[in-house]
Nanobody, 126 residues
Framework: QVQLVESGGGLVQAGGSLRLSCVAS????????VGWFRQAPGADREFVIA????????YYADSVKGRFTISKNNAQDTVYLQMNSLKPEDSGVYFC???????????????????WGQGTQVTVSS
């Protein structure tokens, strides 16, 4: 069993930055692919970004390329989502997710993930 806890969300003005954290407990993060998804009110959950278990590849949604990045600290079982140049359309609840079976070819699909955090709210004001 893996427990994921996100933090770092908040209210920020457009153009600002936030860094979200996702901490794992129960099992080490080191062997898992990790993804971030977000969900705005009334919308489906959408893929944001993912990092391969070994840290050697990052997969971005087109909407965040050049603005967001992800990093993995296996020693601390923590994954970070650095969000820069934030836009109002980036607002939503952000979820991290762990894929223990390493289905990286399906990294943009929520069904490829086995464990999810509770989410952290990000609000970008215009």
């Amino acid at each position: 069993q893996v427990q994921l806890v996100e933090s770092g969300g908040g209210l920020v003005q457009a153009g600002g930055s936030l860094r979200l954290s996702c901490v794992a407990s129960g099992r080490t993060f080191s062997g898992f692919n990790v993804g971030w998804f977000r969900q705005a009110p009334g919308a489906d959950r959408e893929f944001v970004i993912a990092i391969k278990w070994d840290g050697r590849d990052i997969y971005y949604a087109d909407s965040v390329k050049g603005r967001f990045t992800i990093s993995k600290n296996n020693a601390q079982d923590t994954v970070y989502l650095q969000m820069n140049s934030l836009k109002p359309e980036d607002s939503g609840v952000y979820f991290c997710a762990a894929d223990v079976l390493r289905r990286y070819n399906s990294a943009s699909r929520s069904t490829a993930y086995d464990y999810w955090g509770q989410g952290t709210q990000v609000t970008v004001s215009s």
